[in-house]
């Protein structure tokens, strides 16, 4: 916990709670990270989350779509990488295996990074339009 917090933005996450409720219910409430909570485990809810509540923002979630004046959704702010849909099946990625007989110059480890598993549909995350 400590080192997602050090790691955050030192920004606020949202502008007000209709703000961050409205992202919270499109996002977390399907994730299998926030189950526990939503459960009535309160020790076992995501981090990421509590983290937004202290005033930081993740540097897991990433800016959602903007239209051309820059305005977003609620729903589409943020693009949170650890999301998980609780139907999805396993939680954590599997690499991707080596071919048969390849030989490895280096290890891939430290070189494949954090993967979203489902590029997100901009068309479910509207930006706001007057």
């Known amino acids: 916990m400590d080192a997602l917090f050090d790691a955050a933005l030192d920004e606020p996450a949202f502008s007000n709670s209709d703000e961050g409720l409205g992202w919270t219910e499109a996002n977390c409430s399907t994730c299998v990270h926030d189950r526990p909570a939503r459960t009535g485990d309160g020790l076992g809810g995501c981090p990421l989350i509590l983290v937004s ?5 993740p540097v897991e979630w990433l800016d959602g779509p903007r239209d051309e004046r820059g305005r977003y959704s609620m729903a589409g702010q943020y693009l949170c990488v650890e999301y998980r849909h609780e139907d999805d099946g396993p939680t954590d990625p599997r690499p991707v295996p ?3 007989g390849q030989l490895e110059l280096f ?3 430290p070189y494949e ?3 979203m598993w489902l590029r997100p549909n901009p068309a479910l ?3 706001v339009s007057r």
């Open 53 to 57: 509540l202290m005033g930081r923002r």
């Open 98 to 100: 080596d071919p048969p």
């Open 107 to 109: 290890p891939r480890g």
């Open 113 to 115: 990074g954090v993967r």
């Open 125 to 127: 995350f509207s930006a």
